[in-house]
């Protein structure tokens, strides 16, 4: 999943409400049984909006990048 927001909307919750309506589509349309996702080990915002959003982190890659996945 790759979502970027235009600055002006950036810190009003839109980046956590994309993840969650992407999962929920995922799940709901698509029937996936899981979705992993990923960011930049310095993207704290990211990682942030993927865990509100309901997804866990289950690892990180060997840069350092975190890993994580829906559902737990």
């Known amino acids: ?32 049984s899981g979705v992993h996702g990923g960011c930049a080990k310095e993207n704290i915002v990211s990682a942030r909006a993927m865990e ?7 690892g990180t890659e060997e840069n350092g990048d975190p890993l994580f996945r829906f559902p737990e």
């Open 1 to 32: 999943m790759f979502i970027l927001l235009d600055e002006t909307y950036r810190g009003k919750g839109y980046g956590t409400q994309c993840v969650k309506e992407l999962l929920r589509i995922a799940a709901e349309d698509y029937a996936l």
């Open 52 to 58: 509100k959003g309901g997804m866990v982190q289950y």
